[in-house]
């Protein structure tokens, strides 16, 4: 593959870097969807070892590899510790029982933990080159100490509270994710020994910085020093103990199991919900994380009064909480982030003086965020808010942030008179708290709030506008493929395809419909919605590409998701490459599928692509008998990845993109250019490892993040495309499709 966007010719690998193997006898052709979540998380640890990364960038690939490390322990290694209690033996898609898969996560979750710790030395030595102290105690000068304790006194000691652990005091409760402190006193007066666990709160931060009157930053001074709230408890803990001596203590981190299981017989979703909630904060106990040093004595207690096993313990000798570290990637150094970007609001609405409809009713518009602003979004709701022609609003809302404009839109246009719909999911992993406020919140305004079904989350993006046009009504629709959030639209690459086309519009229309009342769409004109008959389309389509090959026209498939998984999808993938269909997949995230085995995968090409952004949006497409990418190729974006759960639990939308503009610039564009990327990706192998993808000698790599920020190129810009004012990527010739 090649692209020409400056008139040179930067071509990622050949297809030949990636490996071919054969398929033992007892080989699984599936790789483990745990322990390829552990690679995607190894991956976006790497990042935090990019030399070309700035420091606070790195700083905040390795809080983000920390955080996602705990999702996965209170989720995923949850689930897996409850199948073996409860005595199941359900087999994972590689044929693994979950004891095996926890033995096998274990092993690996040790390697991972070191790696953190390791790079974690790296950047704070790194920090403090760069004048950033973290946890330094010899920078501590006696001013700065000064400061630290009378900070202590005033604003620690008064939150915190040290509990003795005896017969007489019951062991109190941690908190998921809680942090703790346990310390070995002997008293003066008697020498009596006994231990005080102090519990830090979460709402206390995890770090403190020192004022830079007190350091001297700026002035040529100390620079910007954070010592840890548990490292200061532990430096004055004598005002905490008086009249004892400290003989020793330790830091200690509890995750437990965070899952929401919710049974099909609830009768009340929300006070279910309010309830589970409150549970999961005490779920059992999945992991503990100690120091090193800790004491054999409270180690020792901590297992016994949490009910966990040594199987269950991680000992590190850094920091514990790695995500805690976001913290100091917020300290103001703008040399030590990427340069600061600013999204570009769509050229078309402007050239219809900020009107959405207007623009809309002249051609369907697609929008690329993070490179287009997310305001696009909201303005489409704010002006169908304030428009006295717009009867009706519908949106569906899975995870709308702590700070949402879409949710105020919908509340002004609720007041304003307009008959108002919002499908709140409920079920949002770790965002069902918020949303039980966002739902009380629209409906104190006058909103319909729907929570959709029991076992199924509606997952689909989508928004609709009804609006008086004429002697008729006209139908606006926004569909996404990524969540309604202000904050995550800034970060992750996503899609928005606004259109008012008819077709599309009605079947919308009865996706809704679905939703609230069940009412299961008939005749659907243009979309496929799971759980109804989104999968038999994707199984239409690469059946469609095996006929083709087998029939000596060109076939291909391209998909771009975050997760791999559904093993129909893949079993029908594997029977495209068999049939001489060339596969190309872009998968950031868990991948079952195991490419480059002979006589099984030999055409399927896998990498993931890990940068400044996060790959988030969903799209598939489909040679259709011609070379891909061709204006004849079947394109669409969807809410979808290739996952069970998606295609047969979730509500979701596959949406087929049919106006030639925004076709073009889908395909030709968005993804044409993951496909080329060579600088932020790594290929996917054959024995399940990752390597980055390397470029072809004499070419120089292609970032497609880059490209998209420098030459923004959607939503609107057809014309300018075709003119040539932006640079159009290009496959070489005679490269594999």
Known sequence: MSTSPTGTSPAPASA?????????????????????????????????????????????????????????????????????????????????????????????????????????????????????????????????????????????????????????????????????????????????????????????????????????????????LYISIARLIQRYAEALFPGFTVEGDGLFRVLRDSDIEIAEEAEDLVRTFRSAIQRRRRGQVIQLEIDEDFDPKAEALLLDQLGINEAALIKTDGIIGVDGLAEIVREDRPDLKFDAYSPRFPERIREHDG?????????????????????????????????????????????????????????????????????????????????????????????????????????????????????????????????????????????????????????????????????????????????????????????????????????????KCNQLTDEGVIDRLYAASNAGVQVELVVRGICCLRPGIAGLSENIRVKSIIGRFLEHSRIYAFANGHPLPSTHAAVFIASADMMSRNLDRRVEALIPILNRTVHDQVLQQVLLANMLDSEQSWWLHPDGSYTRVETEPGARAFNCHRYFMTNPSLSGRGGALEAGAVPKLTLRRGAAA
């Not at 207007?358 to 704010?382: C, G, M, N, Q, T």
């Not at 299961?520 to 690469?542: G, K, T």
């Open 16 to 224: 030949g870097t990636t490996q071919m193997a054969e398929l033992a006898p007892d080989e699984s052709p599936y790789f483990n969807r745990e322990l390829s979540w552990l690679q995607f998380n190894q991956r976006v640890l790497a990042e935090a070892r990019n030399e070309a990364y700035p420091l606070l960038e790195r700083l905040r690939f390795l809080s983000i590899s920390g955080s996602n490390l705990d999702e996965f322990m209170m989720i995923r290694v949850a689930g897996l510790v409850g199948q073996v209690q409860r005595g199941l033996d359900t087999p994972s898609i590689d044929g693994r029982s979950p004891s095996q898969q926890l033995a096998a996560i274990r092993e690996k979750l040790a390697a991972l933990s070191a790696m953190q710790q390791e790079i974690w030395r790296s950047l704070r030595s790194g920090l403090a080159e760069a004048d950033i102290h973290v946890a330094d105690e010899e920078r501590l000068s006696p001013a700065a100490h000064k400061w630290l304790k009378n900070f202590f006194l005033n604003e620690i000691l008064p939150i915190i509270t040290p509990q003795a652990l005896d017969p007489a005091h019951p062991f109190p409760f941690v908190q998921n994710e809680g942090l703790g402190l346990l310390f070995t006193l002997t008293r003066n007066a008697t020498g009596e020994q006994l231990i005080e666990m102090v519990l830090i709160p979460s709402a206390l931060p995890r770090f403190v910085r020192v004022p830079d009157e007190v350091t001297g930053a700026g002035t040529g001074g100390g620079g910007a």
């Open 355 to 559: 009107d959405a409809f207007s623009a809309i009713r002249e051609k369907d518009i697609v929008v690329h965020h993070p490179y287009e602003s997310f305001e696009v979004v909201v303005d489409f709701l704010r002006q169908a808010a304030a428009d006295p022609d717009v009867v009706a609003i519908k949106q569906t809302l899975y995870r709308a942030g702590s700070q949402s404009a879409v949710i105020n839109a919908l509340i002004e246009a609720a007041e304003a008179g307009k008959s108002v719909t919002a499908v709140v999911e409920l079920k949002a992993r770790f965002d069902e708290e918020q949303n039980l406020h966002w739902a009380g919140k629209l409906e104190r305004a006058g909103v319909q709030v729907i929570y959709g079904f029991t076992d199924w989350k509606p997952h689909a993006k989508v928004a609709m506008v009804v609006r008086r046009e004429g002697d008729g009504f006209r139908t606006y629709c926004h569909l996404g493929t990524g969540n309604y959030h202000p904050v995550t639209a800034r970060v992750y690459t996503d899609l928005s395809f606004f259109t008012a086309d008819p077709k599309l519009g009605r079947d919308v229309a009865k996706m809704f419909n679905f939703v609230t009342g069940y009412v299961e769409p008939h005749a659907l004109e243009r979309i496929h919605i799971a759980p109804i008959d989104l999968r038999e389309e994707i199984y239409a389509r690469i059946d469609n590409e095996i006929a083709n090959a087998q029939g000596g026209k060109p076939a291909a498939i391209w998909m």
